[in-house]
């Protein structure tokens, strides 16, 4: 399968715990995208990678959210002291350079709070 | 600001029949593109149908068509023949680079249900 794939694919964690999602993108795709989707919502934007170089960042990445793709390859989530609105699907997405192309999805990381 | 409105929580389409799925969007950018992405209860996400803000024409994708209305800023989805598969839902998408940087922002969805 060469898809972009993530890990775990479920995690439960009590408040105030760290928690680091993976993120394996399409090999040939040098932008890398995560968003977090709640239910009923569509997703929303966090960050985006452009190789290892992390051009952009949300707002509503907190400074308890932090993102890195160290080699340019596969990518990492940490959420520091995780709360309960913290809850949600994290999804992973990439894609080729160039405004026309469509992002692939992986599967997504749906996060638990207690 | 870049908004995305979906305004049918959800719709109803017997098999077979074609179901237009409403699409709005804003962006002052004069440069965008739009996207839509299908989500089956199993949650991944999947790209339909891409159009560009400069296509002269609507884009097209086997049973997929936007109906692009640039001066009403609308950009409709079109699902022809619907399948017992195509129940699922659906997001329209915009990313306006000039405005917007490297985001893609997404409405709230439109749930397709299909009837046999």
């Known amino acids: 399968d060469t898809g972009v794939s993530q890990d775990p694919r479920h995690k439960i964690t009590k408040r105030g715990q760290n928690v680091t999602f993976r993120c394996d993108p399409i090999?040939?795709?040098?932008?890398l995208y995560w968003y977090r989707q709640t239910l009923g919502q569509g997703p929303e934007f966090l960050t985006y990678f452009q190789n290892e170089a992390q051009l952009e960042k949300s707002r509503l990445l907190s400074d308890r959210f932090s993102a890195e793709r160290p080699k340019g390859s596969f990518s990492t989530l940490e959420i520091q002291r995780t709360e309960q609105g913290d809850s949600a699907m994290y999804l992973c997405a990439s894609s080729r350079a160039g405004e026309a192309h469509e992002q692939y999805f992986g599967p997504g990381t749906r996060l638990t709070v207690t | 600001a870049q908004k995305i409105t979906q305004t049918q929580p959800g719709m109803f389409v017997q098999e077979k029949e074609a179901v237009t799925l409403d699409c709005t969007y804003d962006?002052?950018?004069?440069?965008?593109?739009l996207f839509w992405y299908k989500q089956p209860s199993s949650g991944e996400m999947i790209f339909l149908i891409y159009?560009?803000?400069?296509?002269?024409q609507n884009a097209t994708e086997g049973r997929y068509s936007l109906n692009f209305q640039k001066a009403r800023k609308s950009a409709n989805l079109v699902i022809s023949a619907s399948q017992l598969g195509d129940s699922a839902m659906y997001f329209c998408a915009m990313r306006a680079p000039n405005t917007g940087g490297f985001k893609t922002i997404f409405g709230a969805g439109t749930r397709l249900f299909v009837k046999a």
């Open positions: 159009q560009g803000s400069y296509d002269q």
């Open positions: 962006t002052s950018d004069p440069s965008y593109g």
């Open positions: 090999s040939e795709h040098n932008r």
